[in-house]
């Protein structure tokens, strides 16, 4: 009997793995081939791309499409798989012999259990670095403007810098605004106002890390708020220390996407966003960092769902079962942004909208399962 349940085991392992792979090669391609490979092809026509880089391209971009592709593919591998084995009457002989229905299970179960490990590392390794090659194919990321508020014991603004411009570690037309401590109906007056041409990140006289500001005119500002001196200075260090790296930090991520940050970063912007008093990018970022250990997890709930869609009977349509199950794939990602604004504007709990998903999905397994009385 022993030896029944081991070559059980490797047979619907086998069978589920090789129709999962199948749909996730599907997947990929109907995915990359409309939109993408179109326009890439479009560039290496005009020039813009050699072939050899319109390939590499296309290799790059595969790891973004595997994020989604792994659970769709398991969720469309079990249901075919087990759509087939009901239709073939195997099923019927596996529950005759006495198997339960989650021992029939448990091969698949293994299966999504490596997948969802396969689609965790995906989304921390293999998506960043795969991004970063994009990015330094296509030649860099460029920062529209990026404003940093340094801010007293007593949440009182200090200092604000306005980046216009960043570029491949090159700042441009930096504006640097230093408050006064009086107020005026509510607004804190300034004292001095700094306009730099251009400004990178570097160590200041003292040896501590700071960003330099190199041709600026320097404009001061008496308490009745008018200018008192103007002069040219080569060069000004702002920020220094650990204001100058938190700062730098959270500008280099905020011109990213969360996938092309690894989860260690992810998780340090984070915790920069929330010191800094930045709510609303705290709540979506940590919303995005929960997600990464959320989301893998629903390899496993789509491979039992997909199982428990393809059980049937043997006259049952199959596109019945199809068809719900691409309901659920839908369902799923076409909610995902909506719990994400709830999580950036403070309206559920960062854990709540990244864990709401998947506990959704848990309730329907087990609402179906009771359903068909298995």
């Known amino acids: 009997m022993k030896k029944l349940f081991t070559v059980y085991d490797r047979y619907i392992f086998m069978q589920v793995l090789v129709t999962t792979i199948v749909a996730i090669l599907l997947f990929t391609i109907v995915w990359i081939a409309p939109e993408m490979l179109l326009n890439t092809i479009k560039k290496v026509l005009a020039g813009e791309f050699g072939p050899k880089t319109g390939v590499l391209i296309l290799f790059y971009e595969i790891p973004k499409i595997l994020g989604k592709a792994f659970p769709v593919g398991l969720l469309l591998g079990s249901l075919f798989t087990f759509d087939k084995l009901s239709k073939d009457s195997e099923l019927t002989i596996f529950r005759a012999v006495g198997m339960s229905f989650w021992r029939i299970l448990a091969p698949v179960l293994v299966l999504s259990l490596i997948v969802t490990y396969l689609c965790f590392v995906t989304y921390d390794k293999l998506i960043p670095f795969s991004c970063q090659k994009l990015l330094d194919i296509r030649g860099g990321r460029t920062l529209t403007q990026y404003i940093y508020t340094k801010k007293d014991e007593n949440n009182n603004p200090k200092q604000a810098v306005v980046v216009s411009r960043y570029f491949n570690g090159e700042m441009s037309n930096v504006i640097v605004m230093n408050f006064s401590k009086q107020i005026f109906d509510d607004l804190h007056g300034l004292s001095n106002v700094l306009v730099a041409e251009t400004g990178h990140k570097?160590?200041?006289?003292?040896?501590?890390?700071?960003?330099?500001?190199?041709?600026?005119?320097?404009?001061?500002?008496?308490?009745?708020g008018i200018f008192k001196t103007i002069k040219k200075i080569d060069r000004v260090d702002i920020l220094e220390g650990e204001d100058s790296e938190n700062a730098y930090t959270i500008m280099i991520n905020s011109t990213k996407r969360d996938r092309d940050i690894n989860n260690k970063d992810l998780k340090h912007y984070v915790s920069l966003l929330k010191k800094e008093n930045l709510d609303e990018d705290y709540r979506l970022m940590l919303n995005k960092y929960l997600q990464r250990f959320f989301h893998p997890f629903v390899c496993v709930l789509l491979a039992v769902m997909g199982c428990l869609l393809g059980f049937s009977k043997?006259?049952?349509?199959?596109?019945?079962?199809?068809?719900?199950?691409?309901?659920?794939?839908f369902v799923y990602y076409i909610t995902l942004p909506f719990f994400d604004l709830l999580a950036e504007k403070g309206v559920l709990h960062p854990l709540i909208t990244a864990a709401f998903p998947p506990l959704a999905f848990l309730c329907a397994i087990i609402a179906f399962y009771k359903s068909r009385d298995l």
Not at 314 to 329: N, Y
């Open 202 to 224: 570097g160590v200041s006289p003292n040896g501590l890390s700071s960003w330099v500001l190199e041709d600026v005119t320097s404009y001061d500002i008496s308490e009745e």
């Open 314 to 329: 043997p006259r049952e349509q199959r596109l019945i079962g199809f068809t719900i199950a691409i309901g659920c794939i």
